[in-house]
């Protein structure tokens, strides 16, 4: 994916739907004739000043009214289109506040596991799909894959350099866990690398070895780093990698829209490709599009701020700057060792708190939403101490710095996040999809990760965030997730975090807007804002909550137009 390229006009371009804003306003002066009337359904607004309604009418793309289907029918003109729902339950738009934009990974490139959802797979599978990609491909050129998850394999023992061998030894080989921290390699990649077993583990990665001291295939963290640097890599064009971004970003927009998703903060990415597709009509979902690396300096140089943009595409806050590994891949950095791990090891930590300090207050004086990818304990830690510095060199008391993951707390980490209003943007899927490895922390860590229960108690506004492609990003999952903590397997972990629905409802919309400084416009179903929301064919406060996650999107709609109808 691009990241660096985007020019000033680009920047610039973002606001070509600004005027819309004020076509809005004038509609308001002539509150009748809606364009749309929605009666009849059962209405979970996340509004606390108006919770539950039957109806609501739209106009220009904005709720104006909301309430009974008596009321909102006064609002119907010649022109309106009046819905009938049927009984049909409708929530606002859900919000994802951290997802990588794999678009192309989906559309191109192998995926030895499900994106979307709980499926096992076995090894020689796996080595088939890459054998195949293999035989397509010249010798010495990388054959990857991605979505694997080394708790859903059918075999029940460790992905091995041996296995990746048999797929070939004249390709380097590189299968991609779907956390994101660690990969398994084939002897020609390490090869390539030089990495041997006496080869030492860099800072903030390792190169994992059997008992008897040979490699095992397993890399974490920045030990990954050593592999960008050989072996051929597919070469395309300028236009053809811009077809590329272009097509990935139109098909994972429809894949949010298929889920229920209106709105969801991209991780980079092409910045050009989105609006070129928003320009063609393929753009689904709003962005909150999150800078990295060159485009960050650039925006700072060029003056920008976040909540430069409109409705649909504006700058949110930075990339996830990276403080530690991964809660599913057990690198995370605790303050405590590992339950169980001989020698012991306490996770990654990939970055200094000097370096960490200086990126904080680059970022936060120029006005940009600082954002940080922190698991573990000690990363946190690490986070707000250099946030808390930034405030006091430069105070700002609605800068939201964003956490992002925020896994394990402790009292005095939520003390803090709460003097600075923090946003958590925490793991929401994780409590279904990945209990499998809720056994490597234990029920005492466990009770304190992914504190929804805690966090809200103390009066933060914690927000969804799968981290897909590391989690699904089915907002429905994420729902029972957070209600059941219940994982697929069927055991619970930590159920002292459970949160109500009417709460996890907040957290999938409204607190996903408030993480992004938009909770003025979207969020709820309210008079004056964006009209997202998802019509389902079941209420979620009434199902049996193991059976939320199956609930069928009948529709999604953004902006008041449909987006998805099954």
């Excluded at 985007?6 to 371009?13: H, P, Q, T, V, Y």
């Excluded at 990388?142 to 460790?158: I, L, M, N, R, Y």
């Excluded at 506004?461 to 219940?486: E, Y």
């Amino acid at each position: 994916m691009i990241h660096a390229h985007a020019s000033r006009r680009d920047i610039l371009g973002m606001t070509a739907g600004l005027a819309g804003t004020a076509i809005w306003t004038r509609a308001l002066a002539d509150p009748r004739d809606a364009d749309l009337i929605l009666v009849n359904a059962t209405v979970h607004t996340v509004d606390p000043k108006q919770p539950a309604a039957e109806a609501f009418a739209i106009r220009d793309g904005r709720f104006i009214a909301v309430g009974t289907s008596s009321d909102i029918r006064a609002f119907a003109g010649k022109a309106t289109r009046i819905v009938d729902a049927k009984g049909l339950t409708v929530v606002p738009g859900f919000i994802d506040c951290h997802v990588h934009p794999v678009g192309e990974v989906l559309l191109y490139q192998v995926l030895v596991g499900n994106p979307y959802d709980v499926e096992f797979v076995t090894i020689d599978s796996i080595i088939g799909k890459l054998r195949e990609r293999a035989a397509q491909t010249p010798p010495g050129t990388w054959v990857e894959g991605f979505f694997f998850d080394d708790t859903k394999v059918k075999d029940g023992q460790p992905l091995t350099v041996r296995d990746l061998d048999k797929a070939s030894t004249e390709h380097p080989i590189m299968v991609r866990h779907r956390g994101g921290h660690t990969y398994y390699v084939n002897g020609k990649a390490f090869e390539l690398a030089g990495v041997t077993k006496d080869t030492p583990n860099p800072f903030g990665g390792t190169f994992d070895r059997n008992s008897d001291g040979t490699l095992s295939g397993r890399v974490t963290d920045r030990a990954g780093a050593v592999f960008t640097k050989v072996g051929q890599r597919p070469t395309y064009t300028d236009e053809q990698r811009a077809q590329r971004s272009r097509d990935g970003l139109a098909h994972i927009s429809k894949q949010f829209v298929r889920y229920g998703l209106t709105s969801v903060h991209h991780e980079g990415g092409d910045l050009s490709a989105l609006q070129q597709i928003r320009a063609r009509g393929d753009l689904q979902h709003r962005v909150s599009y999150e800078a990295q690396g060159p485009l960050v300096d650039r925006l700072i140089a060029d003056g920008f701020r976040s909540g430069f943009g409109d409705e649909w595409l504006r700058i949110g806050a930075t990339f996830e700057h990276t403080i530690d590994g991964s809660f599913s891949e057990r690198t995370m950095a605790l303050d405590t060792p590992y339950p169980g791990s001989n020698p012991p090891y306490k996770g990654n930590l990939v970055t200094t708190q000097e370096d960490l300090n200086a990126w904080v207050e680059k970022v936060h004086r120029a006005g940009i939403q600082v954002n940080c990818h922190a698991n573990g304990d000690i990363a946190i830690d690490m986070m707000l101490t250099a946030m808390e510095r930034a405030l006091k060199l430069h105070p700002n008391a609605n800068a939201r710095p964003k956490i992002t993951h925020c896994t394990l707390i402790n009292d005095d980490l939520i003390r803090r996040m709460k003097a600075m209003d923090a946003v958590p943007a925490v793991f929401s899927t994780y409590p279904y999809y990945n209990s499998d490895k809720f056994v490597f922390y234990g029920e005492a860590m466990l009770q304190r990760s992914m504190a929804l229960r805690t966090m809200i108690d103390a009066g933060l506004r914690p927000a969804a965030g799968s981290d897909f492609s590391p989690g699904p990003f089915s907002p429905l999952l994420a729902l029972q997730a957070m209600v059941t903590r219940t994982g697929w397997d069927r055991k619970t972990w930590g159920a002292n975090q459970r949160i109500s629905m009417d709460e996890a409802l907040t957290v999938t919309t409204l607190n996903g807007a408030y993480n992004s400084h938009e909770e003025a416009i979207k969020g709820s179903i309210t008079p004056g804002k964006l009209a997202d929301y998802v019509v389902l064919a079941e209420d979620v406060k009434t199902i049996a909550p193991d059976k939320i996650k199956d609930i069928k999107i009948v529709r999604t709609v953004t902006g008041g137009v449909t987006r998805y109808e099954a």
